[in-house]
């Protein structure tokens, strides 16, 4: 009984709201097809063996205990992605908020600049394959011949298959391409914190800059931040293409696999799709809980 | 107050806080500026090497010992490069038009139906509309990269693959722009939306005479991020016939020819990285009002 006008009230609802749902509707195709659907299929498939050509064949968890126990390849990848995630992550984070903080205490033209400088690694396309050249593998790359003309080693370092380096350098890449959107968003997040609230804090004690930057600046930017983390978890977990493009596919025994790299061998190689979506769905559901932490991280620091 | 007045005492407003200085010692001043221009130049430093290699002539890229700077600069890399396209069985113009033209829809289509969209969201509340924000809010996490393989056994089943479609239809429906302009266009005051309603606007209407004119400078970020998307895009997984390939997977097939075109390659990149960040430098007052906007509350 008290379900039927509560029911009523809510089609009355909707009624009253046509004109905003017919606006929702273009985009939302384009998003629910190319973006919701790809990861509900991506679900589903999981759980079967499927090569695009035959019809899905379920197969339970078998794809998901194949995965986690008899695929070292995953295990590497697997700890690679984390390595992306837990600690290129945050020292791109970190570095997006200390490079902001700074270029927003230069003079208008100068910070205009600086912002470029930074900014361009992260929108130049491929610019990264010239780290290839840098660390080339022979005496003719730069840093070789360099450590080799100032006596730190007498032959060339193979720095993308030897499996010491490789995984070292392609983290320095991915941090130099790490400044993107996020680092935007903390530029302007600090361009509109709130004046006033310097000048207060100026009478009320405040002597450098840096207690302005803990104090006044970092709690009164709790949005921008929280924006900034969610770019750089989605960032630093899609790395994938260039572990291919300088390490090479397969890299040194798999030393540079990522889960993305493991996806795409399962998938744009072999042609076994059940299993990449099973590979595919970890990664959403890491991405997902590293997502709910990280807010609730910020949450409790800053007013958000 | 008209909202063209409001617009611009907000942007005075923005510009005026950014040159707060407060507590400031002259030593501290040195020293960041010292400490960025040291950055700034390891941050350059790979610019500056694909621009000096791709004006090195052959001889100086594999002289031994290797020097950084190039001592008799050429544009032979670039003539050779452009030899190189021509002898494609596709013509240069192919590749250029194909980049053009999904470029041009994706990012106009885009950029109208995100606004569309970020309109209700932002100034209504309706059954479903929060729901339906904080699914997009996190689908900003899983970009094209990281489903690209779902993604492919969808177009698969659409039979999309090999079309423009497949590079188009994924960047029309991109979460960012969404959540970038819902968040600029809360920021129009309600009161503008309101006296419209009370004249008895329709929804549609409201859109196109009041948020729209106010919303100039979030269109401008959508169409470059969208942009910078699409033009960096190889499309590559999706894409099979060489007739519909964009001017950067034709480029990077040159450069895959190895270490004899070190050359070649990185005249290759300079001429690619040109175009985004020409475009960057040329709006960036713009995006950094839309980004402004994107802070995140939950």
Known sequence: MSKKPREHTLIRQMRKNTENYLLLIPY???????????ILVSVYLSFTYFNLLQPPEFRGLFNYIRLFLDDEIFLISLRNTMIFAVITGPISYFLCILFAWLINELGPKLRNVMTLIFYAPSISGSLYVIWSYIFSG?????????LMRLGFISEPILWFTDTKYALTIIIIVQIWLSLGTSFLALIAGLQGVDRSLYEAGAIDGIKNRFQELIKITLPSMGPSMMFAAVMQISSSFSVGAICNALAGFPSTDYCASTIITHIMDYGNNRYEMGYACAIATVLFLMMFIMNQVIKAILRRFGDV | MSSATILKLKKRNISEKGSAKVSRSRGGDVAVFIFLLAAGLLMFLPFLYAIVQSIKPIDEIFIYPPRFFVTSPTG????????????SRIPFSRYLFNSVLVTFFATGLHVIFASMAAFPLAKFRFPGSKTYFNIIVVSLLFTTQVTALPLYIVMAKLHLIDTYAAIIFPAIGSSLGLFLMKQFISGIPDAMIEAARVDGASAIRIFWSIVMPNVKPAWLTCIIFSFQTVW???????IYSESLKVLPTMLHQISDGGIAR????????V???IPPILIFVLSQSQILETMAHSGMKD
């Open chain 2, 232 to 238: 960096n895009d190889e499309g590559s997984n999706f």
């Open chain 2, 76 to 87: 032979d890399n670039y003539l050779s490069l452009l030899d190189l396209v021509e002898d």
């Open chain 2, 271 to 273: 001429i690619l990285m």
């Open chain 1, 138 to 146: 022979d005496s003719y790359g730069l840093v070789n011949s360099t």
């Open chain 1, 28 to 38: 939302s195709v384009f998003f629910i097809v190319f973006t919701i659907i790809p």
């Open chain 2, 262 to 269: 070190v050359g070649e390659s990185s005249a290759a990149a």
